[in-house]
């Protein structure tokens, strides 16, 4: 099994920022690919950023030039900057790792518990 553990979430005011982690422990062979989502009260799940192993990486239009997603792979740790944020930035964001597991090498997704973050003055 994989664990991860989320943190640096919390309370901001609007145009300040944070800095989230998760970190990954357990049966981790090969990650193939690291993301952050978020979902706010009477809203679906959506995607934040995601980052791959080779270090690409995607981010959803309405976060571009605010937030940046990167990662520690001896750390088995992906991280999000936020920064400039905006009340419809409160969410509950979750950390998702996909794990490349042999003989198949099928992905198997893994969640974070979330971390709830608010923008609010």
């Known amino acids: 099994q994989v664990q991860l553990v989320e943190s640096g979430g919390g309370l901001v005011q609007p145009g300040g920022s944070l800095r989230l982690s998760c970190a990954a422990s357990g049966s981790i062979f090969s990650i193939n690919i690291m993301g952050w989502y978020r979902q706010a009260p009477g809203k679906e799940r959506e995607l934040v950023a995601t980052?791959?192993?080779?270090?690409?990486?995607n981010s959803a239009d309405s976060v571009k030039g605010r937030f940046t997603i990167s990662s520690d792979d001896a750390k088995n740790t992906v991280y999000l900057q936020m920064n400039s944020l905006k009340p419809e930035d409160t969410a509950v964001y979750y950390c998702k790792i996909g794990v490349l597991r042999p003989p198949s090498y099928k992905q198997y997704d893994y969640w974070g518990q979330g971390t709830q973050v608010t923008v609010s003055s």
């Open positions: 980052i791959s192993s080779g270090g690409r990486t």
